[in-house]
């Protein structure tokens, strides 16, 4: 049999970065993840359309029945963590209430933003992932220019945490989500977010000197070689056609597909 027909329809993993698109075309060999595509188009802030247009024809390339995923990154993205309760279950009750605390920690109208929501903690507290409102649009329009299924538009710090839960979530501590020239620092309790702020990331390693428990970091460096990874690092799993050591600038991309 073709290896072709053993792979079937692509996953395009897209990460909108700071500067940067970072693609991989993800297929599945005997339901094992396979990389088969890589590539990156760097653009300048505030001008993405040449680099857009990159990734039209570079997608063009895929199998056809492809599937696109979003991950936006720190750059586009402002987070908070929404006190929850059971009576917030109502989402309209829940929506408002987001809202008028977006308004107050940021001092910006809401109605510019869209909202995407992270699973409540058991106890107390609700990511919330907030993204200019025109940004999901944009990237729904270019899904569907491209022939592609929307599959998904997700901020990274959630599924950077769904990836790595259940490490995460038996420990107390600080989660270091490094992006570009940005990190998000996620303050945790085990299963509970506490807080998160979104710094440079040439602050990281004096605010993680500073944090009690165990912190962790996620990070898109790449670095020139292979090099051995301390304890606090949360690195993909290797497959084929991925090297964690060689290939972080991908790391956010496959982050949920590995």
């Known amino acids: 049999m073709p290896m072709t027909s053993l792979l079937g329809r692509a996953e395009i993993r897209v990460h909108l970065a700071p500067g940067t698109l970072i693609a991989c075309e993800v297929t599945r060999l005997w339901l094992r993840p396979l990389i088969t595509r890589k590539a990156h188009f760097d653009f300048d802030a505030g001008d993405r359309d040449q680099a857009m247009a990159a990734l039209a024809a570079w997608i063009a390339q895929a199998p056809a ?96 945490w769904d990836q790595f839960r259940d490490v995460l979530e038996t420990e107390r501590g600080t989660l270091c989500v490094v992006d570009g020239d940005r990190q998000a620092i996620v303050r945790h309790d085990r299963k509970r977010i506490k807080d998160i702020t979104v710094k440079s990331s040439s602050k990281a390693v004096a605010v993680s000197s500073k944090r009690e428990g165990v912190v962790r970091r996620f990070s898109n460096h790449p670095s020139s070689a292979p090099q051995p990874a301390s304890s606090s690092d949360l690195r993909l799993p290797a497959q084929p056609g991925f090297v964690a050591a060689q290939d972080a600038a991908y790391a956010f991309a496959l982050c949920g597909a590995l």
Do not use: M
Request: hydrophobic share 40%; net charge negative.
């Open 65 to 160: 029945g492809r599937a696109l995923t979003w991950i936006i990154g720190a750059g586009e993205t402002q987070y908070f963590v929404l006190p929850w309760s059971p009576a917030l279950i109502d989402r309209g009750l829940r929506d408002a209430y987001a809202r008028a605390r977006f308004e107050q920690l940021f001092d910006q109208d809401a109605t510019a933003s869209a909202f995407y929501f992270s699973t409540p903690s058991d106890d107390n507290g609700q990511l919330v992932s907030c993204v200019p409102i025109q940004l999901p649009h944009e990237l729904a329009a270019f899904t569907h220019r491209t022939g592609c299924e929307l599959a998904g538009i997700k901020p990274s710090v959630p599924i950077v």
